[in-house]
């Protein structure tokens, strides 16, 4: 059984240059009534946050597009209202030093699968609600997140030659 989503989550900024594991995830969040602003690159997702807009949830990849996944979340840690980051990889986790894994909530391998992808914002949830300013328990973020279990698939990655930033509200 698939894990319900979060009543918490409404809205999602995705960034991954792979438009194919993007839109997977855009897909997954949007079936369940979340507003999906995803982008190919970091400056839109900054771009986002910096003109005042805020999110539950930023969902990134380790390589998002025209800056690291550490940059991202390093630069958005610095906006207004920074929400929890997730970092998405398709490589091991173990090369990346621990104050750099210090800068996620929660990591996940790709393929994303859908129960570790709402587990893992269902686990977020106070994380979410102290970034919201929301008034409930809330976790330290963990100096190393622990990623999902790798999956015996290699994701495709074809390249994107175009930058998108798409919307999506329901």
């Not at 800056?67 to 990889?89: E, F, H, R, V, Y």
């Not at 979410?128 to 990623?147: E, F, I, N, W």
């Not at 790798?150 to 175009?162: L, W």
């Amino acid at each position: 059984t698939v894990p319900a989503m979060p009543i918490y989550l409404q809205t999602a900024v995705i960034v991954d240059e792979s438009e194919i594991n993007r839109i997977t995830i855009e897909k997954q969040l949007i079936a369940c009534g979340v507003a999906v602003h995803g982008y190919d690159n970091a400056q839109d997702a900054i771009a986002f946050f910096n003109d005042g807009q805020t999110a539950n949830i930023l969902i990134t990849d380790c390589r998002a597009g025209d800056m690291s996944g550490t940059d991202l979340a390093q630069a958005i840690q610095q906006t207004k209202s920074p929400p929890p980051i997730i970092l998405l990889s398709s490589d091991s986790l173990s090369n990346m030093s621990p104050s750099d894994l210090g800068l996620f909530d929660a990591a996940l391998a790709k393929p994303v699968l859908r129960r570790e992808l709402f587990e893992t914002l269902a686990n977020l949830e106070p994380c979410v609600a102290k970034a919201s300013g929301k008034k409930t328990a809330t976790r330290k973020r963990k100096a190393s997140p622990k990623p999902a279990k790798a999956h015996s698939t290699k994701p495709v990655r074809p390249k994107t030659t175009r930058s998108t930033a798409v919307s999506y509200t329901h």
